[in-house]
């Protein structure tokens, strides 16, 4: 083994070489510009390049694809902006011709017929562990241009070797995503077992009531609305909640934003307390609902979420009755907007929901308590080993593109 001068990659065999992107690459852009409609659309995703339809209202989307870039089969793309952003995809190597983002960095083999899977592993692994991002550096819109990428040092071995450890990497991978894919399946069933529960014990009740006679219903609205300049650092003000901060029906307080004290006190109606209900009106996960519990400190709501307070039944119960199906199509008719979906507060307050009296409530939500967490309990076992399974497949494909372990 050698040192390869990469802090990144570490030693590798001594007969290995290394080389930048650009010498087995070439960088190119070419805007379809009217042949546009003579191509197929294709986007960079988590699992790779795929075909996407362009009628599709996912998302942003442009009025024509004129201006974008043409992308052939076996080419390298890359999405190297907003690289703050570790959720997202940023390397793929297209096994179609078609359209993408004029956005995305495009590099092309220099001799045709070039293999480019073994590159194509390395270069995933760079994502996997994070080089892009610390090569751009800490800025919130941190990116790369074609130049850094071109600069690139990779591991090069002989072409055999590649082919090899290549063909090693598609079959350990295809494994390892085989018994991801059996996880995930198994955690839905465990939620749709879930949501059975809920739905058969609330939907056997005979009584309903509508939202607007157990509660008080109120959002931020109007002039108490607030923009990112009302935005403070951690200790200057109030944590603000949004969608992502309700997870399972309980609240996760880790990612918060702040909002000023001044805005915080000018919306008295809004302040939380545990045992507070929220109801997201707006966006992609209308209709999610938690309680609110162990307050860290004052908080409030993002324009996005409305408050249940003052509720008159059980505020467990009335979480659980939220969970229904049948609660679930009466948001399904109320909803508008394509883009960004919407309910109004008026139709949220004419949502009907099972009731019984208290007794009956209290046993209900010391059953549905027991049996969720048992059944929480068991998709946190399967999630934790779906990132076991991740994180040994990263694990694998490193040491292998780097050498640090030989297929024989």
Known sequence: ????????????PDKWNLVRLKDICINKKEIAGEKSSEYERLALTLNGVIKRPKDDQEGLQPKEFDTYQIL???DFVFKMIDLQNIS???VGLS????????????????KKGQFNEFIHYYL????????????AGDGVRSALNATDMGNLKCPYPAENQQRMIAGFLNKKTAEIDSLIDIENQQIEKLKEYKQACIDNIISSLSDDVRIKFICTLNGRIGYRGYTQEDLVNEGEGAITISPSNMQNLKMNYEKCHYLSWFKYDESPEIQLENGDILFV??????????????????????PQLLIFKNISINNKFFLYSLQTND???QIEGYVIGGTIPTISQDKISRIKIKNCNLDEQIKIVEYLDKKCDSIDTLIKKKNDKIVL?????????????TGKKEVY
């Open 88 to 90: 997202t995809s940023r």
């Open 124 to 135: 995933l692994s760079l994502w996997h562990n994070c080089v892009y991002n610390n090569i």
């Open 1 to 12: 083994m050698k040192y390869s001068g990469v802090k990144w990659i570490g030693e590798i």
């Open 72 to 74: 052939e089969e076996n």
């Open 95 to 110: 096994p179609y011709t078609g359209l993408v983002s004029p956005a995305y960095i495009r590099f092309a083999s220099k």
């Open 281 to 302: 009106k707006t966006g992609s996960t209308y209709g999610k609902s938690s309680m609110v519990d162990n307050l860290p400190m004052e908080a409030t709501i993002n």
């Open 327 to 329: 609660v679930r199509n």
């Open 389 to 401: 399974l991740e994180e040994y497949k990263k694990s694998l494909i490193y040491e292998y593109v």
